[in-house]
C-alpha cells in the first residue's frame, strides 16, 4: 500500500510543490485547498483534494473525515503547511487582525494536528510536519503579525515534540526563509482590509518602504529559491527513518540560526532592522 499524507494550503506556491513530489515519490497525497475552486483544479490534475480552510473548524473536521474515509482510517503524514500575513507596524495592528492571522496560522494548525494524533496514535506512528519560517527564529520590520503566528508555531511544535517522545509519531518543523510563491501577493488584502496606514505615525515610512516592496514587482529576493526547495526537505524529513527536529531551507535560515547562537541581542536588533 502506498504510503498517505494530506497537505493544505495545495492552490499555489511551497503546498502545490509538495504535493507535486510527494505524488512524484510514489505517495497517495490528498492535495487539500482553503476554497473549492481550486480543489476543483487539483482534482482535474489528478489529486484527491478536499476543502480544509483553518479558519473553519466544519471544513477540518470534514476534510479530515474525506480522507480517512478513502484510506479506510489511516494517515501516514500531515503537512501543515497552510498559512498568510498580514503586513503592518505592530502598533497599528488592531487585536482583531492577530486573531484572523491566528485562527489560520496556529489555531486551525493546532486543531488538524489534535485531531491527527488519535489516527496515528492507533496505527503505531506517523509524522507531523509543520512548516514554521526563517521568521519564527527572528523577528523582521513589518511582519509582526506574521511573526508572532510562528513564534507561536515554533513553541507549540517542541512542545509537542517533547510530549511525543514515548510514541513512534515523529514531529518535525521545515523552517524555509525566501521561497517563490503568492505569499507577499496574497497578503495585499489583509493589508488593506486591517491597516490604516494613512493615519498611522509610519505613514510616510509605508509609502516609502512597505507599499513599495508589497505592490511593486521587484523580481526575486536575494537568496531566494523555489518552492521546490522546500517539498525535498520535506520528503527527505518524511523517509528518514530517523528524521531532524528542524529542517532549515535556505541561506538566511541558516544565518539566522547562526546568528541567534553567536550575536548579541543588540546586534542582531541592529541587523534585522535593516529588513
Avoid at 175 to 203: Q, Y
Avoid at 225 to 248: C, F, G, I, M, T
Wanted: aromatic residues 8%; hydrophobic residues 40%.
Amino acid at each position: 500500500m502506498r504510503k498517505s499524507i494530506l497537505i493544505t494550503g495545495c492552490s499555489s506556491g511551497i503546498g502545490r510543490a509538495s504535493a507535486l513530489a510527494m505524488q512524484k515519490r510514489g505517495w497517495r497525497v490528498f492535495a487539500s485547498c482553503r476554497q473549492e475552486a481550486d480543489c476543483a483544479e487539483m482534482r482535474s490534475e489528478g489529486f484527491e483534494s478536499p476543502r480544509i480552510d483553518y479558519a473553519d473548524p466544519d471544513s477540518i473536521r470534514s476534510g479530515l473525515a474525506e480522507v480517512l474515509a478513502a484510506t479506510g482510517g489511516t494517515l501516514d503524514a500531515l503537512y501543515n503547511n497552510g498559512a498568510f500575513a498580514i503586513p503592518g507596524a505592530v502598533e497599528d495592528l488592531p487585536r482583531e487582525a492577530l486573531v484572523d492571522i491566528f485562527q489560520t496560522n496556529v489555531f486551525g494548525v493546532h486543531d488538524l494536528t489534535c485531531q491527527v494524533l488519535p489516527v496515528m496514535r492507533a496505527q503505531g506512528h506517523g509524522s507531523i510536519v509543520n512548516c514554521s519560517s526563517v521568521l519564527g527564529l527572528v523577528a523582521a520590520p513589518w511582519r509582526g503579525a506574521y511573526n508572532a503566528s510562528k513564534f507561536a508555531l515554533e513553541g507549540l511544535t517542541d512542545t509537542l515534540r517533547l510530549e511525543m517522545r514515548d510514541t513512534d509519531i515523529n514531529i518535525i518543523l521545515l523552517e524555509p526563509g525566501p521561497v517563490t510563491s503568492m505569499l507577499r501577493k496574497k497578503s495585499i488584502p489583509h493589508f488593506e482590509r486591517w491597516i490604516d496606514c494613512e493615519n498611522s505615525p509610519r505613514a510616510a515610512q509605508y509609502d516609502n518602504q512597505l507599499k513599495k516592496r508589497l505592490y511593486e514587482d521587484r523580481g526575486p529576493d536575494r537568496f531566494e529559491l523555489p518552492p521546490s526547495a522546500v517539498a525535498e526537505k520535506l520528503w527527505r524529513a518524511l523517509e528518514d527513518p530517523a528524521p531532524s527536529a528542524r529542517y532549515a531551507v535556505t541561506t538566511p535560515t541558516y544565518m539566522a540560526k547562526a546568528m541567534r547562537r553567536i550575536l548579541p541581542t543588540a546586534v542582531q536588533d541592529w541587523i534585522l532592522s535593516k529588513g
